[in-house]
């Protein structure tokens, strides 16, 4: 049986995905830019099967990659690497051959779509939290027991595998935004605390379920508190 | 009382399909995730693990799906629990054999929410069920602790594995003291009230691994597995001081507690109880409030100095 042509399947079924995502929006955002943060790296390694020619390497590399575009409705990408997986299932390196050119422009149109949605909708950055005592040229101040209690909340939740929204705990929010100026009880200024970075980088763990790693990053973030505050 | 959100685990490699999976899911049930198998086995296996189902991808990195619910069928205290694969997969052979090792269901990638939330749910509901059925068949209902269909079951096999495996085996037969005085006194509210206090005491003051029933009336037996009699008297000890820090309408509370090991001779479980209910009854007979154990001359050699009251 002849296969459609690529054609056929649209670049980007943003209708199908949006109906997967039961219209959130800002869900759309965020797998968007898991998959664009992901995608080159699959590629690669796709890319590398192929040009080795590695039979269960290229099934494996692009069983990966059909599944994430196939979630993302990226379906010209997804039929792409469907046929790219059989092909090498059944062994067809001829076939193979003949799909293996139109990785890269298939790639590049849906992340092309992609991008150009997230520039369309780009949403400026709020921050908003509770436990905030005033903002600050060098970080907001926020209470040192409370910074310490959210970290080891975290470590409850990531040691019992639980999926978390880190976007959803305000003092990370804060935290990966502004930097903070942790404080006592009596508001004395304990550590002017640069963990933007470290805040980042554990929100990109979790949100990747790496979380022994993002474990890691949360006790060496208590640390340094606990070091401070004696 | 509310019930807690049944607990559902994604199992992908790729982030983005945990993500898209768990949108379906988190407003009815609550998330864990894992990335790889060998994580998902982890948290399961984990003491505090409470999940319901697992959504499982087949191909992943190092160990596959398929390995995951082969190594997770091996493992008693996780065996129970519903495997859904989720992949994209399907072709007869690979759902037959998920099927073979046993999933329970099968969803397709790119995933429809709604077939995901219907199939969960529908699992949900059956797990749900079937642990009902399971409590009801093996728990005391006003005690929460196991019931003696279930004593007599488990402890049998404890005790066989006790007897190949080489290792001491304990049991603990207690009794509520002038516990008909209480009832009679008080009337059976406070009787329960009671039963329901000592369990408490039992149940926190045993290990996992151990089996705690009630057997009936105002009877209570702990087996306690790789546990000698100098061990199963120092346990016996503390739970009896706990009770009688026990006071259910200023009224105290005490326990008597007979003890038998396993003999050397391997003997069944029934024959254990009865040694063990010998030794109660000497409690009894003896003032109440304490623990006595059954007669060890034949059961011990090693340690001659503990002998049988």
Same mark, same amino acid.
């Given at each position: 049986?002849?296969d459609?042509?690529?054609?056929s399947?649209?670049?980007?079924?943003?209708?199908s995905l949006?109906?997967?995502?039961?219209g959130?929006?800002?869900?759309?955002e965020?797998?968007?830019?898991?998959?664009?943060?992901?995608?080159?790296?699959?590629?690669?390694q796709?890319a590398a099967a192929?040009?080795?020619?590695?039979?269960e390497?290229i099934?494996?590399?692009?069983?990966?990659?059909k599944?994430?575009s196939?979630?993302?409705?990226g379906m010209?990408?997804y039929?792409?690497t469907?046929?790219?997986e059989?092909?090498?299932?059944?062994?067809?390196s001829?076939?193979i051959?003949e799909?293996?050119?139109?990785?890269?422009?298939? $790639?590049q149109?849906l992340?092309?779509q992609?991008?150009?949605d997230?520039?369309?909708?780009a949403?400026?950055?709020?921050?908003s939290?509770?436990?905030?005592?005033?903002?600050?040229p060098?970080g907001?101040?926020?209470?040192?027991t409370s910074?310490?209690?959210?970290?080891?909340?975290?470590q409850?939740r990531?040691?019992r595998?639980e999926?978390?929204d880190?976007?959803?705990?305000?003092?990370?929010?804060?935290?990966?935004q502004?930097?903070?100026t942790?404080?006592?009880?009596? $508001?004395?200024?304990?550590?002017?605390?640069?963990?933007?970075?470290q805040?980042n980088?554990?929100c990109d763990?979790?949100e990747?379920?790496d979380?022994q790693?993002?474990?890691s990053v949360?006790?060496?973030?208590m640390?340094?508190?606990?070091?401070?505050? $004696? | 009382?509310?019930?807690k959100?049944?607990?559902?685990?994604?199992v992908?490699?790729?982030?983005?399909?945990?993500?898209?999976?768990a949108?379906?899911? #988190?407003?009815r049930?609550?998330?864990? *995730?894992?990335?790889s198998?060998?994580?998902?086995?982890?948290l399961?296996a984990?003491?505090? #693990?409470d999940?319901?189902l697992?959504?499982?991808d %087949?191909i992943?990195?190092?160990m596959?799906g398929?390995?995951?619910?082969r190594? +997770?069928k091996?493992?008693?205290?996780i065996?129970n629990?519903?495997?859904i694969y %989720?992949?994209d997969?399907h072709?007869e052979?690979?759902?037959?054999?998920g099927f073979a090792?046993? @999933?329970?269901?099968?969803?397709?990638?790119?995933i429809r /929410?709604?077939?995901?939330?219907a199939?969960? *749910?529908?699992?949900?509901?059956?797990k749900?069920?079937?642990?009902?059925?399971?409590q =009801?068949?093996?728990?005391?209902?006003? #005690?929460g602790?196991?019931?003696?269909?279930y004593?007599f079951?488990?402890a049998?096999?404890a005790?066989?594995?006790a007897c190949?495996?080489?290792?001491?085996?304990?049991v603990?037969?207690?009794?509520?003291?002038k516990?008909?005085?209480?009832n009679d006194?008080?009337?059976?509210g406070v009787?329960?009230?009671?039963?329901q206090?000592?369990?408490?005491?039992?149940?926190? #003051?045993?290990?996992?691994?151990?089996i705690? @029933?009630r057997?009936?009336?105002e009877e209570?037996v702990?087996?306690?597995?790789r546990?000698?009699?100098? +061990?199963?008297?120092?346990?016996?000890? /503390?739970?009896r001081?706990a009770?009688?820090?026990?006071?259910?309408?200023?009224r105290?509370v005490?326990?008597s507690?007979g003890? @038998? =090991?396993? /003999?050397?001779?391997?003997e069944?479980?029934?024959?254990l109880?009865?040694? *063990?209910?010998?030794?109660l009854y000497?409690?009894?007979?003896?003032?109440?409030?304490?623990?006595i154990c059954a007669?060890?001359t &034949?059961?011990?050699p090693?340690?001659?100095q &503990?002998q049988?009251r």
């Amino acid at each position: 049986m002849q296969d459609e042509p690529f054609d056929s399947f649209p670049v980007w079924d943003q209708a199908s995905l949006m109906k997967r995502l039961m219209g959130k929006a800002a869900l759309k955002e965020k797998l968007i830019k898991l998959y664009l943060q992901d995608y080159p790296n699959r590629e690669a390694q796709l890319a590398a099967a192929l040009a080795e020619g590695e039979l269960e390497s290229i099934a494996h590399t692009s069983h990966a990659l059909k599944g994430m575009s196939g979630n993302i409705s990226g379906m010209r990408l997804y039929a792409l690497t469907a046929r790219i997986e059989a092909a090498a299932r059944v062994e067809d390196s001829a076939k193979i051959g003949e799909l293996a050119p139109f990785l890269s422009e298939f $790639g590049q149109q849906l992340t092309q779509q992609l991008e150009a949605d997230l520039d369309g909708q780009a949403v400026p950055e709020t921050s908003s939290d509770s436990a905030t005592a005033g903002a600050s040229p060098t970080g907001t101040r926020v209470s040192a027991t409370s910074f310490r209690d959210t970290l080891s909340q975290l470590q409850g939740r990531l040691e019992r595998g639980e999926f978390i929204d880190p976007h959803g705990i305000p003092l990370l929010t804060l935290c990966s935004q502004q930097g903070v100026t942790l404080v006592t009880d009596a $508001g004395e200024t304990l550590l002017e605390a640069n963990l933007i970075q470290q805040t980042n980088e554990l929100c990109d763990l979790i949100e990747r379920f790496d979380f022994q790693p993002a474990l890691s990053v949360v006790v060496s973030m208590m640390q340094l508190v606990s070091g401070e505050s $004696g | 009382m509310t019930r807690k959100k049944p607990v559902v685990m994604i199992v992908d490699d790729i982030p983005l399909n945990i993500h898209v999976l768990a949108q379906c899911l #988190s407003d009815r049930y609550e998330i864990r *995730a894992a990335n790889s198998g060998k994580r998902c086995l982890e948290l399961l296996a984990a003491k505090s #693990s409470d999940v319901d189902l697992v959504l499982l991808d %087949v191909i992943m990195p190092e160990m596959d799906g398929y390995e995951v619910l082969r190594q +997770l069928k091996c493992n008693k205290d996780i065996a129970n629990i519903p495997v859904i694969y %989720v992949t994209d997969k399907h072709e007869e052979t690979d759902e037959e054999k998920g099927f073979a090792l046993g @999933a329970v269901d099968y969803i397709t990638k790119p995933i429809r /929410s709604a077939i995901v939330q219907a199939r969960v *749910a529908t699992h949900i509901t059956l797990k749900r069920q079937r642990d009902s059925l399971v409590q =009801m068949a093996t728990r005391d209902q006003l #005690s929460g602790l196991y019931n003696r269909h279930y004593l007599f079951e488990a402890a049998e096999q404890a005790v066989a594995a006790a007897c190949r495996h080489g290792r001491a085996i304990s049991v603990l037969m207690c009794d509520i003291d002038k516990f008909k005085d209480i009832n009679d006194q008080y009337g059976h509210g406070v009787g329960d009230r009671v039963i329901q206090a000592v369990a408490d005491v039992l149940q926190v #003051s045993c290990r996992r691994e151990d089996i705690v @029933a009630r057997c009936g009336g105002e009877e209570f037996v702990v087996v306690l597995t790789r546990c000698d009699i100098p +061990l199963a008297r120092k346990k016996a000890e /503390s739970i009896r001081l706990a009770v009688q820090a026990l006071t259910v309408l200023d009224r105290p509370v005490t326990l008597s507690i007979g003890i @038998a =090991m396993m /003999s050397l001779a391997c003997e069944h479980f029934e024959e254990l109880m009865q040694r *063990a209910d010998l030794a109660l009854y000497d409690a009894k007979n003896g003032g109440r409030n304490r623990v006595i154990c059954a007669d060890m001359t &034949a059961e011990l050699p090693p340690e001659p100095q &503990a002998q049988a009251r």
